[in-house]
């Protein structure tokens, strides 16, 4: 069985839906949703260095923040997705993590998911949802008047 690919499109498409317009408190449930936002949060490692794990967990904190409607969520059980999904890989004392070069198994995504910049794509989504809301209005507007 050949494992699926995430698209560039498709990933963006979804991250912005769930930063932006999901509502979600919780981590989701459906797995291709997980692994967007995991892969969203390996992205903003530098795949060459290796992270204390006070680093890792300053990475985490500033992902959360950016993506403000998860600035409730925990850094630590975060940090635990990452590796258990192998989106980070941890020396067994735990004194060091990097970025695993291996995908989750069941996933993989396009290339080009490596380069996305989480605030880029989500103030792109937001200018998009502003200009949607917008046209609505005034087409409403339009039509009552």
């Known amino acids: 069985m050949e494992t699926p690919c995430i698209s560039y499109e498709t990933f963006t498409k979804r991250l912005v839906d769930l930063c932006l317009r999901s509502g979600m408190t919780e981590f989701p449930t459906k797995r291709r949703d997980q692994l967007i936002l995991l892969k969203s949060l390996a992205v903003a490692f530098d795949p060459g260095r290796e992270y204390a794990e006070v680093a890792v967990n300053q990475v985490i904190q500033h992902w959360l923040t950016a993506a403000s409607c998860f600035a409730g969520w925990d850094h630590v059980t975060m940090r635990r997705r990452l590796v258990e999904e192998r989106f980070l890989d941890r020396k ?38 502003a200009q ?3 046209e609505y209005l005034q087409k409403q507007a339009l039509s009552q008047g």
């Open 92 to 129: 067994p004392d735990g004194s060091c993590y990097r970025v695993s070069p291996a995908s989750p198994p069941d996933c993989a995504f396009d290339p080009a998911v490596a380069g996305t910049d989480l605030h880029r794509v989500l103030a792109e989504g937001e200018r998009a949802i």
């Open 132 to 134: 949607r809301k917008a």
